[in-house]
Every structure is written in C-alpha cells, then in structure tokens.
C-alpha cells in the first residue's frame, strides 16, 4: 500500500507526522515495512440531498472541490477529470445519461445505481464516488484468479504448500521479533498463540506478501464484472468505503489480494471494519502494523468461538462402517461428542478438550479422518476449507515445535 507524495496539498501534514512515524516505530519495536497512511485524508462531506429520494427530486450537489487528490503509484488519476455541475437537474441515479463518471466503468448501470445507494444509504458525496471510480481500471488479473476453478487438489498435495520448512522457520523468526505483541494477544483475547503466528503465516509470509492489487479496483471489477459472485463483492465493495471513511484512508490506496483481502491477516472489508483492534492506539487499525494486527487475528478468533486450551484437531481411529456417514467434508459447526463418535467407530488418537467435535474427513489419494473441535470449525470460519484449516493446524505445531522442541 504505497502512495506518491507528489502533492503540495499534503507535503505539510505528511511532514508533521513524519516525526510521529519515527516515534511510533521506535517505541513499537516494529521492523516490517508498513504501508504509509495518509490519515489527513477526509473525504467530502455529504452533498444536501433530499430524504427517502426515489428520483422525483434532484439533489442539490455542492460545488467540487477541484484540488488534484495525491496519486497511488500504480494507479495515476486522469489529468482532466470530469466533474459533475454543481446544479443537477435531472434526478440521480440516471441509468442512461452519463453524468460524472468516466473511466472503464462510466456506462455500467449497476454502478450508477451503487453509488445512487452509497449516497442514500451512507451519505457519501455523489460527486466524490464519481471521482473514484472514474479512477478505477478493470483488473482483469482478478477477475481470471476468481474465475478459477476452486482448488482441486487432494490434502497431500495441498499440505506441502504450507508445510515447508521456510514458513516453519518463518514462524519461529516472526513469533521471536513480536513475542510482546503475541503475548498480549494471547492474554487478552484467549487464543493459542501458534496459531495465531501460524495465519499469519499461511496468509501472507508473515506479512511478505501482502497482495499487489489495488483494492478498490479489484472489488469493482469482480462486483460489476463477475456475475457469479456480484452480489457478495458488491456488498464487500460497501464496506470497503465505509471502512476508508472511518479510517480517513483515500480508497485508492488499499493494496490486498485479489479478493480484496488486506494486511498481514488478509481481512476483507467486512472484517476488517467488525474485528480490527487500533492495538497501538494511535488513533487507525492498519493492518499491516503487527501491532494492530496480530490483536486482530486474535479478535477474529476469539469472536468466532475459539477456546484456549482445548486443542484443535487430533487424528482419529476409524472402524466399524458407521464412521462412513458423519464424516464431514466441508466446515461445519461441530455437534457431535466424543461419545457420538465412538458409538459410530470413532476415537481420537490423543486427548482433544472440546465439548463438540466432528469426525473431519481429508479427501486424497488415501484419505485421512481426523477429529475436530469448536477450535477447528473457529479457523474455517477464516477460510472455509477443511484442508486450509488443517494446514494452518499442522503449521502452528510444527512452529511450535520448532520453538520449544515439543
Ligand atoms: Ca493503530
């Protein structure tokens, strides 16, 4: 997440927090290259518009404030960008007459009709979501990445993905450089702290990868250009600018995934906005500063259900036919007991704590049953596959093996 400080607008405010910047890094220890946050970004105020508006009425939009906004570095603005008149006579949202909206989605309907809601619904200036989308350029990288078919692969080809002895040793490195910060997290929010290193890990290298798309660009594309799932990206959409307003971010700025995805944890916009924790209480929740980060991954865990201390995921003996019917493929809420389990043939291997489990079934070559707790079902509620929750699993072992030699 980077951005070009080429704007004598924003040379003075960047320059008083510089200091801070300075001070905040020596005080939090923090050694990984952050994203530079341009908090003197407020966006324009709501324009005058007339409640309940279903297009009898125009709304009175304000003057633009024509002042260049500072530019992303991969992403320049137009030069001459077109401003919608100050008076409008024609009721908003127009489906057909192009107003102020130009760039790769100036004739999409439904993004017209988006922003028509974002000012209803949100009270976001007509004339400043014109101006950002006419920034946005269709990322067709996303739109092929998310068209892919889903991940085929059977669980022993998908664990050496994750299980390699880089990230193990990744981990060791990243739970040594902010024990502090794990510590605390653990603490407050309750959660193991492996697995907590381990996500980290698993999403992004321990913040080395933390995606190169822009953001806002990717959740337009795959929200107006990708039928299958618009209404899911339009809705992250949303909250991502909800989410830049809160944190006074210009939205052009968010660098993440494909799928929008951000910071160290990858959180989409709607989880960003419910579980990001402002961990060094500076006044923004970044994601990409472990001190806001890994309390956040803790808050997600902890918010779903996780209990420390009751293990995750044990292997289980299987035998009998009746295990064949309650095996679970798919991330599903555990309800079963021990009991239940080994009235259906059942065991587990070593001791697992939880309440309620499910008998998880691994699908391969060979497949493997294994028996999982609320803990389990807590990391599929991070990414719903069973295989990516085992991975994460086996990872905040092997880490913490790797770190104590048990
Ligand atoms: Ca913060």
Request: proline share 7%; with cysteine; net charge positive.
């Amino acid at each position: 997440m980077r951005i070009t400080r080429d704007s004598a607008k924003w040379k003075k405010p960047l320059g008083q927090i510089a200091g801070l910047v300075v001070v905040g890094t020596l005080l939090g220890g923090c050694t990984t290259v952050r994203p530079q946050w341009p908090w003197v970004f407020a966006p324009p105020g709501a324009v005058s518009y007339p409640a309940n508006n279903q297009g009898g009425q125009a709304p009175v939009i304000r003057p633009p404030v024509v002042t260049a906004p500072p530019r992303t570095t991969n992403q320049p603005l137009p030069q001459t960008l077109p401003l919608p008149s100050p008076v409008v006579t024609t009721p908003y949202p127009s489906v057909n007459a192009p107003r102020g909206l130009g760039g790769d989605y100036a004739n999409y309907p439904e993004l017209r009709q988006f922003i028509g809601k974002m000012n209803n619904q949100h009270g976001f200036d007509i004339a400043f979501l014109e101006q950002t989308f006419s920034s946005v350029q269709r990322d067709k990288e996303a739109l092929t990445k998310a068209g892919a078919p889903a991940e085929g692969q059977g669980w022993r080809a998908y664990r050496p993905i994750f299980l390699t002895e880089e990230r193990i040793n990744g981990g060791v490195d990243f739970w040594n450089r902010h024990a502090a910060l794990l510590d605390n997290a653990t603490r407050q929010y309750g959660v193991d702290t492996e697995y907590l290193v381990a996500i980290i890990g698993v999403e992004t290298q321990y913040g080395k990868n933390t995606g190169k798309h822009n953001v806002l660009q990717a959740l337009t594309s795959l929200g107006f250009d990708f039928p299958r799932r618009a209404s899911f990206y339009q809705k992250e959409l949303e909250q991502f600018l909800l989410l830049s307003r809160e944190e006074k971010v210009r939205p052009q700025i968010f660098n993440g995934s494909y799928a929008g995805a951000m910071g160290l944890g990858q959180f989409i916009s709607s989880s960003y906005r419910s579980y990001s924790i402002d961990g060094n209480r500076d006044g923004k929740r970044d994601l990409w500063d472990p001190q806001d980060a890994i309390p956040s991954v803790a808050n997600y865990f902890a918010k779903n259900g996780w209990k420390r201390g009751t293990g995750v995921a044990v292997p289980a003996y299987i035998s009998g036919n009746g295990y064949a019917s309650i095996a679970e493929t798919t991330a599903k809420k555990p309800a079963r007991t021990l009991g239940d389990l080994a009235a259906n043939g059942v065991r587990p291997q070593t001791a697992i704590n939880s309440a309620k489990v499910s008998l998880i079934k691994l699908e391969g070559a060979t497949d493997e049953y294994w028996v999982g707790g609320e803990n389990f079902y807590a990391i599929t509620r991070y990414n719903p596959s069973v295989k990516y929750a085992m991975a994460v699993h086996q990872l905040a072992q092997e880490i913490r093996k790797r770190k104590f030699g048990f």
